[in-house]
């Protein structure tokens, strides 16, 4: 395995990005930069943390000295950019934050990246800068129709807006330095270690302790799940194999109302939790609750990922059901996790945004 600089791999999908690869590879190195901010946190990378192939560097991406020093000391084959302000509601409570990190911090790696790896002739083999993004900059779909790579860019939260903006900087250090970049636009994505303000784990932890379910609007806006192995798998493959400059849409064809994630969620705990279980008691449909829907609230989103594996032999490897089911397990195993970081900060985040709801 190259060397990887992984920004933002303490969290969610980074840290599972991090745990996928060195599950994968015997030699090479995995650098992890991350600030910390409130959605990183390094219990994610516990189990791997006295890994000898892994190390972690606290900074920030928009740290223009710390970030150079990185590829200074270190002979970085492959940028992985995960670090982002990425929650929807978050963006529209407080955009300067999300301006700031996703793209003035991604220029901020493009600029340290070139400096670091042109040549003057050209590139190093084997460099890449893959840059993390979502199919949310694409904006909405109606009933029908499905996001490809020319679809174009339409997004409407503040937070789609900042990913929108840091793709066409990469586009463009792809078009006027020839920096080798490649884009990923993933569906929405699910699994262990997911911060509790998203749309599953949210549910699960409030089912868990009786608390109302929080459903936008009617519930009827559809998004297309992916188990976050499955994304990370493919952006392994993008790293390796991606053609310099191209485009991949990421999705595994998994369209789903939130109503009805929703409702699977419930009858899923009441199925996994054992009878006498005091909190199988608590979940029921009575908690859901329709709340005042979400600003600008995008109907739909669904990917069309035949580019991906056509060109790369990439395919989703995890049914619905069953990702589901592994994710609810491991929110049941790790409920010190979910106290963790539920408390502190989430708390008077959550607090603003659904008043004790
Ligand atoms: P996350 O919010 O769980 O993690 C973001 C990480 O970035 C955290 O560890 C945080 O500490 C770090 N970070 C934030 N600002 C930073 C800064 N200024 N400097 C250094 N580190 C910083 O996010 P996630 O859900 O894991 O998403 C990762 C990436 O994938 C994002 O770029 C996001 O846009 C993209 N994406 C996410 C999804 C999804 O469903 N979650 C889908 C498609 C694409
Ligand atoms: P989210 O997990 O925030 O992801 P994104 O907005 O990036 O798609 O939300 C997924 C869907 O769930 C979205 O349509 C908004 C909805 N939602 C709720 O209905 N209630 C909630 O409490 C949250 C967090 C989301």
New binding site residues.
């Given amino acids: 395995m190259p060397t990887y600089l992984v920004t933002g791999g303490a969290g969610f999908i980074g840290s599972n990005f991090i745990r996928y690869m060195l599950g994968k590879a015997r030699d090479g190195r995995i650098i992890n930069l991350d600030a910390l901010t409130y959605a990183g946190n390094l219990e994610n990378l516990a189990d791997v943390s006295a890994d000898s192939r892994y190390a972690f560097i606290r900074a920030d991406i928009c740290d223009k000295r710390a970030v150079n020093d990185v590829f200074a000391a270190n002979d970085v084959d492959v940028v992985v950019h995960f670090a982002a302000e990425s ?3 978050r963006s529209i409570e407080a955009p300067d934050v999300f301006v700031r990190t996703n793209v003035l911090g991604t220029l901020n790696l493009l600029n340290a990246a070139l400096r670091a790896w042109d040549t003057g002739t050209g590139f190093g083999a084997g460099k890449k800068f893959v840059h993390v993004s979502t199919d ?1 900059v694409y904006g909405s779909l109606g009933p029908q129709g499905y996001f490809t790579e020319d679809t174009p860019l339409d997004p409407h939260s503040p937070y789609s807006a900042s990913k929108a903006s840091s793709d066409l900087l990469v586009k463009a250090y792809a078009d006027t330095y020839g920096l080798p970049v490649n884009i990923t636009r993933c569906s ?1 994505n699910y699994g262990p270690y997911q911060f509790p ?4 784990p ?1 549910m699960v932890n409030n089912a868990l302790q009786g608390k109302p379910l ?3 609007g009617t ?1 009827v ?1 559809v ?1 297309d799940w992916l188990y976050v192995e499955d994304h990370c798998a493919a952006i392994e493959l993008v790293a390796r194999e991606g053609a310099p400059g191209e485009v991949y849409n990421i999705g595994g064809h998994n369209e789903m109302a ?1 109503i009805d994630i929703v409702r699977l969620i419930i009858r899923t705990l009441r199925d996994m939790l054992e009878a006498g279980d005091p909190r199988r008691e608590r979940v029921s449909e009575s908690l859901i609750r329709f709340v005042q829907d ?1 600003k600008g ?2 109907l739909r ?1 669904a990917i069309d990922p035949a580019k991906i594996g056509r060109e790369l032999g990439w395919a989703p490897r995890t049914k619905f059901a069953d990702g589901i089911r592994r994710t609810i397990a491991w929110y049941l195993e790790n409920g010190e996790w979910l106290q963790s970081v539920t408390s502190g900060a989430y708390q008077s985040y959550y607090q603003r945004m659904y008043g004790g709801r």
């Fill in positions: 929650h929807v509601d949310e929405n303000e998203k749309l599953i949210l929080p459903v936008y519930g806006n998004r939130n979400r609230h995008d989103y």
